[in-house]
Each structure stands twice: as structure tokens, then as C-alpha cells.
T-cell receptor
């Protein structure tokens, strides 16, 4: 089984709808991240969490919220989806005890389309 | 300001040849990490290689090596003996200190048979 899983893998929704993307990991990592990917822009950080009680805004947090329900679970919500939130969303994890590298490992991605 | 720059939107290489993907970065933090990720057409992000700013030697992982030139602030990825399966998007990323990671826009590599 994959170490980092995301559900759903694909989602089509309408403008104004609330949607939640979920991420679970079995790597035992304490840090979790949400990114979005748009063509030509690479990945941009939305939110990140260094532990269950620590949530931080990333580069593009407006229009999004997150919840860290447990060490292994980190969900991303779009309270009122809009078309320019159509993108590929990635969850990632890293281990703070992993040394200076702090390499991030990514889930398979969720392709979200907002009509 | 752009932290990570990948100037090659697309690259072509003949199978079995080596290819270099460019990455330059901008930071004033003495402690940073540089990463390369591969994204095949299936969409997942695969970690390839890491270089720390204090590492004296260039990182290597199998056919991947990172040509780290600290004074020039460049961290180019070298893929030796290219294979058809190397065709993908490649992203360079940097983490400064304990801050979040920033990604470049990516380079699309196509390996020709």
C-alpha cells in the first residue's frame, strides 16, 4: 500500500460548493503539507503542519482551510469553490527527525475541477 | 522574487546519452537544501536527489547526480545514460533553513529512441 494516500483522486464540483480533500500517511512523519500545481507554475504551498497543534499558512492560503485531525491525517477544505481553484492538489509529508534533508514525500495527487 | 529558476521549459535527449537540467536559486540563508523531483505523465511526484548547502561533495543516486556550484548558486541535475522512462517533468526545489520548500516551474524532458 502507498505510504501517502489522497482521496478523492479526481473530483468535479460546481462553483460555490464546499469540498474537502483528504490525506493519510503511514510513514509516521510529523510534518504534512498541501500544495497545488498549475501548468507552468510548479508547486505552490497552501498550508503546512509541523504537528497536530501547529498549522501554518503557506504562499497561497486564501480560499482554503485545513484540519490536522491526527498525526496521520491532514485535510484541505475549499469553503466555497471557484473555477480558478481548478488544479492538481498534492499532499506531502516529511520527518523532522530526518536530518537536514527533511525530504518531502508526495501523495498521488487529486485532480480538482471547479465548473 | 523568484527563488528557484529553471530556464529550460523543454529538453530533448537521445536514449543512452547524458542530459543536464539547469536550476539556479537565490538565497541569503547559509543553511538550505536543494531537491529534485520527477513527475511522469501519471502525475505523481517522485523524489530523486538531495543536496545540502554544507555538503562538500556532489550528491549522487544511481544515474542521477547533482552538479552543485555554490558560488554560482546552481544545482543542475545530470541524468546519465537516459532511458525512455526518464521522459517526464523535472522540478528543482529549495528549502531555506526550517522554512517551507519552494519549487521551480519545471523542465519537460523527452527522451528520443
Amino acid at each position: 500500500d502507498a505510504d501517502v494516500t489522497q482521496t478523492p483522486r479526481n473530483r468535479i464540483t460546481k462553483t460555490g460548493k464546499r469540498i474537502m480533500l483528504e490525506c493519510s500517511q503511514t510513514k509516521g512523519h510529523d510534518r504534512m503539507y498541501w500544495y497545488r500545481q498549475d501548468p507552468g507554475l510548479g508547486l505552490r504551498l497552501i498550508y503546512y503542519s509541523f504537528d497536530v497543534k501547529d498549522i501554518n499558512k503557506g504562499e497561497i492560503s486564501d480560499g482554503y482551510s485545513v484540519s490536522r485531525q491526527a498525526q496521520a491525517k491532514f485535510s484541505l477544505s475549499l469553503e466555497s469553490a471557484i473555477p480558478n481553484q481548478t488544479a492538481l492538489y498534492f499532499c506531502a509529508t516529511s520527518d523532522s527527525a530526518g536530518g537536514s534533508g527533511d525530504t518531502q514525500y508526495f501523495g498521488p495527487g487529486t485532480r480538482l475541477t471547479v465548473l | 522574487a523568484q527563488k528557484i529558476t529553471q530556464t529550460q521549459p523543454g529538453m530533448f535527449v537521445q536514449e543512452k546519452e547524458a542530459v543536464t537540467l539547469d536550476c539556479t536559486y537565490d538565497t541569503s540563508d547559509p543553511s538550505y537544501g536543494l531537491f529534485w523531483y520527477k513527475q511522469p505523465s501519471s502525475g505523481e511526484m517522485i523524489f530523486l536527489i538531495y543536496q545540502g548547502s554544507y555538503d562538500q561533495q556532489n550528491a549522487t543516486e544511481g544515474r542521477y547526480s547533482l552538479n552543485f556550484q555554490k558560488a554560482r548558486k546552481s544545482a543542475n541535475l545530470v541524468i546519465s545514460a537516459s532511458q525512455l522512462g526518464d521522459s517526464a517533468m523535472y522540478f528543482c526545489a529549495m528549502r531555506e533553513g526550517y522554512n517551507d520548500m519552494r519549487f521551480g516551474a519545471g523542465t519537460r524532458l523527452t527522451v528520443k529512441p
